[in-house]
């Protein structure tokens, strides 16, 4: 089955640095992969759409520059949290659809997440 | 505007019994609706999807149900084991576009 692999899954890092988070689909291309968010025991909170070869697609009230989103292959898309502060401590996880996946009802396929302190 | 509820946020049931976790939504027409298992750590995983037109799916020990009339999805697991605990998420779905729901935290009790 289609496989989207989600790395580090950990993360601690200053206030003020930034993370990178990588996003693989690792057996099928992906020209959409999707940026989520999660608080404690709280729903997925769509961030962004990542396009592969285009701008991201942000939700409103996310902020593009503080969220930076790069999808520069059909396999992978990256979500960089720049001068990241504490309230921006969650858990972030992406996905990805079987380009089949419209016309088929695929679902999404998840990575594993990230759990990002800062401190 | 969207709105997507389930039914608790926690539910403890005993080993052995079925669980039904509800799933219900307004101001929305999704073209099919889908059940996300979700381990503590981890990201979702798909479990069943159920189209509009369809009013029943099975597999294995779930069982989803789809009433577009009252805009409800219900979700059960039969015969439930202490490993079918974890949060369940449903997903209204419509083209390109997800909508998630809060999700509801199943403990099953041996």
């Known amino acids: 089955g289609a496989v989207v692999s989600q790395h580090p899954s950990r993360v601690i890092c200053k206030s003020g640095t930034s993370v990178k988070i990588e996003c693989r689909s690792l057996?099928?291309?992906?020209?959409?992969m999707f940026w989520y968010r999660q608080f404690p025991k709280k729903s997925l909170m769509l961030m962004a759409t990542s396009n592969e070869g285009s701008k991201a697609t942000y939700e409103q009230g996310v902020e593009k520059d503080k969220f930076l989103i790069n999808h520069a292959s059909l396999t992978l898309s990256t979500l960089t949290v720049t001068s990241a502060h504490p309230e921006d401590s969650s858990f972030y996880i992406c996905?990805?659809?079987?380009?089949?996946?419209?016309?088929?009802?695929?679902?999404?396929?998840f990575g594993n997440g990230t759990r990002l302190t800062v401190t | 505007s969207q709105k997507i509820e389930q039914n608790s946020e926690a539910l403890n049931i005993q080993e052995g019994k079925t669980a039904t976790l509800t799933c219900n939504y307004t101001n929305y027409s999704p073209a099919y609706l889908q059940w996300y298992r979700q381990d503590p750590g981890r990201g979702p995983v798909f479990l069943l999807l159920?189209?509009?037109?369809?009013k029943e799916k099975r597999k294995e020990r779930l069982k989803v149900t789809f009433d577009t009339t009252l805009k409800q999805s219900l979700f059960h697991i039969t015969a439930s084991q202490p490993a079918d605990s974890a949060t369940y998420l449903c997903?209204?779905?419509?083209?390109?576009?997800?909508?998630f729901g809060p999700g509801t935290r199943l403990s099953v009790l041996p």
């Open positions: 159920i189209r509009e037109n369809e």
């Open positions: 997903a209204l779905v419509n083209g390109q576009n997800f909508v």
């Open positions: 057996d099928f291309q992906a020209t959409t």
């Open positions: 996905s990805a659809r079987d380009p089949q996946g419209v016309a088929y009802n695929s679902p999404l396929h």
